[in-house]
């Protein structure tokens, strides 16, 4: 069974940093591109970005509102991907969610998503 | 950057109704189109890929279709657990986008 367990989630105030995990387990984490995706209180879903495989040279994309202070990592050791947040907003204060990617005719989407973690950015 | 849109916004519907959401991509994508159902307080789930492809375990009351700028997501005969909030997701170029949602509730 496909499992992504998020953590790392947490009150944070502005300007200030913060590292997501995901673990993985029940499927061969290295064979699959990785990504977050995130939710604002009320509001719909929002990717933050992508990080490609091994085979992929771990290659990394992001949108642009998180692009230079977000950075998406992996470890296929840990079967673990992480998101670092630096220079964090208010705007930011979202669920963020990590997602399986799966390779589909016409690109890669995701098929599997973990059950979030909160981070609250606040003075 | 690719737009998505999606009509409605919002419908309230009966148990046994058939349901039909319009997303609309900004520029042709083929059919690089994923639907997500979202419940309160819940992570998404994967309903359909490749416009039309059901994902693994995915009944087949959901159905979707449509290539290039629009695409439908069709349920069948709406049941209590379909009552959520129903995302588009283009994946044929970064960013990848999401439609604004479509929330389905009960008439």
Request: aromatic share 10%.
């Amino acid at each position: 069974e496909v499992q992504l367990v998020e953590s790392g989630g947490g009150l944070v105030q502005p300007g200030g940093s913060l590292r997501l995990s995901c673990a993985a387990s029940g499927f061969t984490f290295s064979d699959h591109y990785m990504d977050w995706v995130r939710q604002a209180p009320g509001k719909g879903l929002e990717w933050v970005g992508r990080s490609r495989d091994k085979g992929n040279t771990y290659t990394t994309e992001y949108a642009a509102s998180v692009r230079g202070r977000f950075t998406i990592s992996r470890d296929d050791s840990k079967n673990s991907v992480y998101l670092q947040m630096s220079s964090l907003k208010t705007e930011d204060t979202a669920m963020y969610y990590c997602g399986r990617d799966l390779r589909v005719p016409g690109g890669t989407t995701t098929d599997y998503w973990g059950q979030g973690a909160l981070v609250i950015v606040s003075s | 950057d690719i737009q998505m849109t999606q009509s409605p916004s919002s419908l309230s519907a009966s148990v046994g109704d058939r349901v039909t959401i319009t997303c609309r991509a900004s520029q042709g994508i083929s059919t690089s189109l994923a639907w997500f159902q979202q419940k309160p307080g819940k992570a998404p789930k994967s309903l359909i890929y490749a416009a039309s492809s059901l994902q693994s375990g995915v009944p087949s009351k959901f159905s979707g279709s449509g290539s290039g700028t629009d695409f439908t997501l069709t349920i069948s005969s709406l049941q209590p657990e379909d009552f959520a909030t129903y995302y588009c997701q283009q994946y044929k170029s970064y960013p990848i986008t999401f439609g604004p949602g479509t929330k389905v509730d009960i008439k």
